[in-house]
Structures are given as structure tokens and as C-alpha cells.
């Protein structure tokens, strides 16, 4: 027997926790424009959390979205009362709960319904998980990419623009006729400053449409900076089947992750904030700090095992970890080169912090893909690689791990396991990648040559020499001979 999930079903079920609140005196307060997985698995958990706890039920979640895919979860999760049961695995145990701090979703393209919820002075938070592609970024000079044609639309279609930034701005706009106090913006995506990324893609857009509405946004809105964690697959039939089997719930699209979760915030909420370090959420007054961290050694870690993972038809993460080559090249790449061009943390030791990382890859229950940790390279590697081995070459050390890294990227673009078995199109660019990927297994310049991608890195020597050799190697010898070469100190 398996119950569907949905409002009327919740006192019926035993083998998953369920909202400790009444959902009835859920009043909304943060619009959430991205409502993926790892929202659902992070900010709507820690919410679920603190309503818990008897109070702050005035900050409910309405979500919202820009892409045709989210019409799609909006139906899922509509048909079960916005509910989702997020499923946390460990290695040695599974639990299942039931969230409910969503209590509306709002749909798709309906730009006017979107707008005039922002405007709704109820609403004192947006906040956002686009991915990192989403911000309108130039890769090689990390700045807003005003030129950008969907940015051009909105500029024109002030009233019904289709981008987030856009829909922020339109919403930003009204409560400042209105005379109503801005709402603060929250991104809650992996990439450094993300605060002010947000910031300046909202300036951005605004200074093309009124620089005097663009200095207002800039003197009066709050663009909190953040560092979010928690490894979130994507879901497919597999999670579905597995929670109706060790659960017996039918969940239109639940989510699995793993236990660990970490939330990093500035405390700069102007129009207010659900008191959420009750539930574990830091406040600090310098998130940058351990955004390095994350994004540097997860995240880059994450980018360091994809590809070579993805080149020898790896499947899952801890796959890739239990291969010797893999997990060795990880740990060398991480301690020779990484890690030692990280910040200090405060209060964090960043060696157990990599353990930490290790044993959150390791874990087989996650299901985690090597495709997805493999998936925009060409917005990844800018945030997660590139600005390391830039470290480390402006201060004259040695970048032949991370230029091996970058040469498996290239090498995985060719779009052909070394087995020969076809990577499929793994990146919005990548009919562009797979075409200079063909070009650099001749010359490997022409991969470098993608200045919007390495930037300054293009044009180092070193980073040129070793990047080169490495590909070559990995050409002539394969993967597997590569990697063993370099954990032996001889590549």
C-alpha cells in the first residue's frame, strides 16, 4: 500500500515526519523565483524548521519561475498542496519528512501575477536559485553582461519582462511609487559574492532603463550576500520508485539528499527576516570567507572529479570516489593546490573541511550522478577552477594539477568516453566546446583561446605549458595512464 501524497493525507502517514505546524496560519512573506531541488531541499527545510518552532509563520513561501520547466514542477507540486518529502540519506540510514512552508506557486510567463505579488508589501524577500548560469555573467571578467539579448528584452518590456532580474526590477519599481519599503534580495546560488552579483545584474538592468531608477535600487535595496551547502541530485524514476518502496509515498517529485546542510548569511535584512539562526542558519557579518571555502574546495572538488570520472563511464559520485585514481587525484590536486590558496576561515580548519567534503562524496546512499557534477562546464569552471590556478600563477607556483583539470574538460567536450561511448550534450555551449575541443586535440591553444572563459589565465605562460602538455598526455595515453603518471609526480 502507498499513500499520494497531499494535505489530506498527512495524518495518515507513519513512516515519514510531517509538518509540526498548522499550514492554516501560513501567511506569506519571501517569494522564491527557482524552485528547484536543492530549494527545496535547503531554504524550504530550514523554514519548515523554524515554523516548527511556533513562530515566524508570517514568512511562508510562494514560489515562482522564468523557464518553461518550472510549469512543470508547478503542476507536480500543486497537485499535492505544495507539499515535498525531502529524503536525507546517510550511509547507514534513511529518514523521510514532509515539508510545508510552501503555500502557493505562482505560474510560469504570468509576468503581471509575479509583479503584483512583489509589489505586495507583505512580501519582504526574494529570493533566488537560478543556477550559475543564470546571472548574466561574462565569464572572463565575472561582471554583468548587459548586452545580453534576454537583458535587452527586458529593458524594452519593462512591464513584462521574462528574465528574474527583470521581474525583480518591475516588482522594485512599483513599491517605489507606491511609497512601500523594498524588499531585501537573497541569492541563494553558488557564486562568490553572490550578493552582489545579484546586485549588479538589477543595477544593470535598471541603469538601461532609467539611471535614476538604477541609483535608487543601488542607495535602498539590500543584497544580502550567502553561502549555501547541501549535495541535492537530481531527481528521476529512480528516487521516485525508492521512496514509494521504502517509504510507500507517492511524491510527484520528492527530493534526496544528504544530511549535512550549511547556510552562511550576512545579516542585512532591512524590511526583516524569519529568525533563522533558531535553526541553525549562521549570520555573519563577512560571508566571503567561507564562500571561498565552499566554492574553491567542494565545488572545485566536485569539478576535479567530473571529468576524468565522466572520461572512464563512471556513473555515480561515490563511484568515482572508491576508484583509486580518481579519489588520489582529487586529495593531491586539493592539498597541493587548492587548498593552499584558500583564505583562512574563521573557527574552521580547512584540511578537516576537505575530509568532510571526502566523506559527503563518498556517500553511496545520494545517488549523486557524475554527468550532473559534469554539466556547464563553461559557467563552472570560471567560478570553481579557473580563479585558483589564477592564484596560484600570480604568485609563481605550480598549476599542473588544476591544468590537468581544465585538460579533462576539454578532453570530456571531444564528447567521447575513452571507451568511445558518446557523451551526450552536457553544457548550454556545447556545440562551441565540442568544436574547439576538436581543434585543441591538434593545438591545444585553441581551447585556451576561449578568453571568456579563462580570462587573464589565457595568456600565462605556465598555465599554457602545463595545460598543453596535459592534454596531449591524456590524448596519447589515455585517462587512466595520465592520472597514474601524475599521482606519481612524473606528468
Known amino acids: 500500500m502507498t499513500t499520494k501524497l497531499s494535505a489530506t493525507t498527512l495524518a495518515s502517514l507513519t513512516t515519514a515526519s510531517v509538518p509540526a505546524y498548522d499550514r492554516a496560519t501560513l501567511t506569506p512573506g519571501i517569494v ?5 531541488n536543492f530549494h527545496r ?8 524548521d523554524l515554523f516548527a518552532t511556533g513562530t515566524d509563520h508570517d514568512w511562508a513561501l510562494i514560489g515562482a519561475g522564468v523557464r518553461p520547466a518550472d510549469e512543470a514542477m508547478r503542476q507536480k507540486l500543486q497537485a499535492q498542496d505544495w507539499l515535498t518529502t525531502v529524503v536525507e540519506q546517510e550511509a547507514n540510514a534513511s529518514s523521510a519528512r514532509v515539508t510545508g512552508a510552501m503555500i502557493d506557486y505562482l505560474q510560469p510567463g504570468d509576468s503581471e501575477a509575479i509583479i503584483a505579488k512583489l509589489s505586495d508589501p507583505a512580501i519582504r524577500i526574494v529570493s533566488l536559485t537560478i543556477t550559475e548560469g543564470g546571472y548574466f555573467i561574462d565569464p572572463a571578467s565575472q561582471k554583468f553582461d548587459p548586452t545580453h539579448p534576454e537583458i535587452a528584452y527586458d529593458a524594452t518590456h519593462r512591464d513584462a519582462p521574462k528574465t528574474a532580474f527583470g521581474l525583480i526590477l518591475a516588482g522594485l519599481e512599483r513599491r517605489r511609487q507606491a511609497g512601500v519599503q ?8 553558488n557564486i562568490p559574492g553572490n550578493g552582489h552579483v545579484t546586485q549588479n545584474a538589477v543595477v544593470g538592468l535598471a541603469q538601461l532603463i532609467d539611471p535614476a531608477l538604477a541609483q535608487w535600487v543601488s542607495a535602498n535595496v539590500a543584497f544580502p ?3 549555501v551547502d547541501r549535495i541535492t541530485p537530481a531527481t528521476s524514476d529512480r528516487e521516485i520508485a ?13 527530493v534526496f539528499c544528504e544530511s549535512f546542510r550549511q547556510w552562511v548569511l550576512e545579516d542585512n535584512f532591512p524590511a526583516g527576516r524569519p529568525a533563522l539562526e533558531k535553526v541553525g542558519v549562521q549570520f555573519v557579518d563577512d560571508v566571503a570567507p567561507y564562500e571561498h571555502m565552499k566554492i574553491r574546495i567542494l565545488n572545485g572538488g566536485h569539478a576535479t572529479i567530473a571529468y576524468p570520472a565522466g572520461l572512464l563511464d563512471i556513473h555515480f559520485v561515490h563511484e568515482a570516489m572508491e576508484h583509486p585514481l580518481v579519489g588520489a587525484f582529487l586529495a593531491k590536486v586539493e592539498r597541493d593546490e587548492i587548498i593552499p590558496v584558500v583564505p583562512p576561515v574563521p573557527d574552521t580548519n580547512l584540511d578537516d573541511y576537505f575530509a568532510l567534503c571526502e566523506r559527503r562524496f563518498s556517500n553511496p546512499k545520494i545517488g549523486d550522478t557524475i554527468r550532473r557534477l559534469a554539466l556547464d562546464g563553461s559557467n563552472r569552471q570560471p567560478k570553481f577552477i579557473i580563479p585558483s590556478a589564477l592564484d596560484r600563477v600570480q604568485r609563481g ?9 581544465s585538460a579533462l574538460w576539454c578532453r570530456y567536450c571531444y564528447g567521447e568516453t575513452d571507451s568511445g561511448a558518446v557523451i551526450e ?4 555551449s556545447w556545440d562551441r566546446l565540442t568544436a574547439q575541443a576538436k581543434r585543441a586535440k591538434d593545438d591545444p591553444k585553441t581551447w585556451l583561446a576561449m578568453t571568456d572563459i579563462y580570462g587573464e589565465l589565457a595568456t600565462s605562460q605556465p598555465f599554457i605549458d602545463t595545460f598543453a602538455h596535459a592534454l596531449q598526455a591524456l590524448w596519447s595515453d589515455g585517462t587512466k595512464v595520465t592520472l597514474e603518471r601524475y599521482l606519481a609526480n612524473q606528468l
Open 397 to 405: 607556483q605550480s598549476v599542473s594539477g588544476l591544468s590537468l583539470v
Open 32 to 36: 522564491h523565483i527557482g524552485v528547484g
Open 41 to 48: 531541499a535547503h531554504q524550504a527545510v530550514y523554514l519548515d
Open 182 to 189: 523594498p524588499f531585501t534580495v537573497m541569492s541563494c546560488d
Open 425 to 428: 550534450p552536457n553544457d548550454p
Open 225 to 227: 550576500n550567502g553561502m
Open 242 to 254: 525508492l521512496l514509494k518502496e521504502n517509504f510507500g509515498i507517492e511524491d510527484n517529485w520528492p
